[in-house]
Nanobody, 124 residues
């Protein structure tokens, strides 16, 4: 059974850092397209970062240079390191897997497996 469990969210002040984790089970996360998404109240879910099985990454323009997506193969865990956080980063963050296609982009509809989310709140 495929499962994704996020953790690491919390409340920080502007300029702070957080590292989100997404523990995968039932499949090998590093073998597939994995992504981080976020959704703020009243807004659509948006792609933040994705990593392909070859390790290549892509980021939303709003987080480039501040966020880093990575795998830990030994723990079958996906990470999102978030630095220099801004109030605009406040949202529920979700990890997701796209297991049945080699196309790997930052569009939520492409992903079939989702975690339950972890809340990130950044205060000014």
């Amino acid at each position: 059974q495929v499962q994704l469990v996020e953790s690491g969210g919390g409340s920080v002040q502007s300029g702070g850092s957080l590292r989100l984790s997404c523990a995968a089970s039932g499949f090998t996360a590093s073998s597939f397209c994995m992504g981080w998404f976020r959704q703020a109240p009243g807004k659509e879910r948006e792609g933040v970062a994705r990593i392909r099985s070859d390790g290549s990454t892509r980021y939303a323009d709003s987080v480039k240079g501040r966020f880093t997506i990575s795998h830990d193969n030994t723990k079958n865990t996906l990470y999102l390191q978030m630095n220099n956080l801004e109030p605009e980063d406040t949202a529920m963050y979700y990890c997701a897997a796209r297991r049945f296609s080699v196309i790997c982009e930052l569009m939520a509809w492409m992903y079939g497996d989702w975690g339950q989310g972890t809340q990130v709140t950044v205060s000014s």
